[in-house]
């Protein structure tokens, strides 16, 4: 089955333990992201990849890293979560990186708690 | 700025029509897409639009005007499966999607 999968589904941590959330798709995808949900504020872009090993910054990268050494897997890293870092975070793949008729399929979620 | 307008929330009757509205100021534009997204789970594809017109997938349409910077998505023979919230998206550059905050959508029997 074609999907986005990302793990884990839920995680509580506490300030400045380093966690990672991984994302991995099965459809052979260019084009990799990762947003964060808040309530009032929609879904924000925080990076996204075009391709192996090419990443840029979204809108709202500080405090977030990632990075794309395989086309399937876009791990998104917290080197040092915060608490404003408590969010619900989606992975979304595309076909291809600069087709802007490409719709994005979303992984299932990770709602993440940081105290 | 880039600035994209949707309802926070709209209540309608099972079996009515629907309309959610979606203005948008973004720097470019290269198309609009509209998602639904129930509670708790990932947002899915609904409809795609990049010239001015009404596109139609069975219950569900969806409008664009490119140079008043607005879309609408129309629903048709409302469910109760249909409450979820609607996310309107525009691509604005190659790699680059702008979100809506969402409209939650209440069906009511």
């Known amino acids: 089955e074609a999907q986005v999968t990302q793990n884990p589904r839920y995680l509580i941590t506490v300030t400045g333990k380093k966690l990672t959330v991984t994302c991995s798709q099965n459809?052979?995808?260019?084009?990799m992201s990762w947003y964060r949900q808040d309530p009032g504020l929609g879904l924000r872009q925080i990076y996204y990849?075009?391709?192996?090993?090419?990443?840029d910054k979204g809108d709202v990268p500080e405090g977030y890293k990632v990075s794309r050494k395989e086309k399937r897997n876009f791990p998104l890293i917290l080197e040092s979560p915060s608490p404003n870092q408590t969010s619900l975070y989606f992975c979304?793949?595309?076909?291809?990186?600069?087709?802007?008729?490409?719709?994005?399929?979303f992984g299932s979620g990770t709602q993440l708690s940081v105290l | 700025g880039q600035n994209i307008d949707q309802p926070t929330e709209m209540t309608a009757t099972e079996g009515a029509i629907v309309q959610i509205n979606c203005t948008y100021q973004?720097?470019?534009?290269?198309?609009l897409f509209w998602y639904q997204q129930h509670a708790g789970e990932a947002p899915t594809f609904l409809s795609y639009?990049?010239?001015?017109g009404l596109e139609e997938k069975g219950r569900f349409s969806s409008f664009l005007s490119r140079s008043k910077g607005y879309s609408y998505l129309l629903l048709k023979e409302l469910q109760m499966k249909d409450s979820a919230s609607y996310l309107c998206?525009?691509?604005?550059?190659?790699?680059?999607?702008?979100f809506g905050t969402g409209t939650r959508l209440k069906v009511l029997a």
């Open positions: 459809m052979n995808h260019e084009y």
């Open positions: 639009n990049v010239l001015d």
């Open positions: 973004t720097s470019g534009f290269n198309g």
């Open positions: 990849s075009m391709n192996v090993e090419v990443t």
């Open positions: 998206a525009v691509t604005s550059g190659t790699y680059k999607y702008i």
């Open positions: 979304a793949s595309s076909l291809k990186a600069g087709a802007t008729n490409e719709k994005l399929f």
